[in-house]
């Protein structure tokens, strides 16, 4: 009889692995208890609606990464890629945010159809935290110093180095966009000319700049 292996890209967590874990999962469940976030539990299927409206149709994630299936009611499902979409409809849903704030955080297996390899699995542990009705910059810094925390009692601190971006304000990011389009458009490429130039033009850079790594 064949033996019956474990899905590709997909592994089990030992016993002797089990500990380290652990060990993980309880100081990072410490540093969020004691920065106010609260746990959040999230189901691990989700509509695949959700993932489209949230991250984009014509994202990686959205249209080549994801576990989609019908149930056996016709629904269209999917294995969750990542955390947010999901933290961000149980809020809306449980009416969550009426006349108050939430520090909320969450960790727990996400899904990814991509090609295994070192360090990067199929089915893969995420963790990550949310925050809802602040909207000054002082949640920014809040977060940078938990994760800061969190790094420190991880033995890591020293391993890792912080850069802040910006995308800038409304008004400049629609700036950029145009000049985006205009120079997009005024390619040879037919492909960049229509599918990306008024679609989704920073998709088309990012999109491009990953196509000139794979082919150096």
């Not at 746990?39 to 409206?53: D, G, Q, S, T």
């Not at 990542?82 to 809020?91: A, D, F, K, L, Q």
Request: some cysteine.
């Amino acid at each position: 009889m064949e033996k019956i292996q474990s899905i590709r890209g997909m592994r089990s967590v030992l016993p002797e692995e089990t500990p380290v874990w652990q060990w993980l999962e309880n100081r990072i469940r410490n540093i969020t208890s004691r920065y106010g976030y609260q746990e959040v539990r999230l189901p691990i299927l989700e509509p695949v609606a959700l993932f489209e409206r949230a991250v984009g149709e014509s994202t990686d994630i959205v249209s080549k990464e994801m576990y989609n299936f019908l149930d056996k009611s016709g629904e269209h499902i999917t294995l969750r890629p990542e955390g947010t979409s999901g933290c961000v409809r149980t809020v809306i849903e449980n009416n969550m945010c009426y006349n108050t704030t939430q520090r909320l955080w969450y960790q727990g297996p996400m899904f990814r159809y991509e090609r295994p390899q070192k360090g990067r699995l199929r089915q893969f542990t995420q963790f990550g935290v949310e925050t809802f009705g602040m909207p000054g910059a002082d949640v920014d810094a809040e977060l940078i110093f938990m994760v800061k925390d969190i790094f420190k009692a991880l033995g890591v601190d020293k391993h890792v180095r912080l850069e802040i971006n910006s995308l800038g304000t409304p008004e400049e990011r629609s700036e950029h966009r145009q000049q985006l389009v205009n120079t997009l458009c005024s390619t040879k490429r037919c492909w960049m000319r229509t599918a990306c130039a008024v679609w989704k033009p920073t998709r088309c850079v990012s999109w491009t700049a990953k196509t000139r790594i794979c082919r150096r």
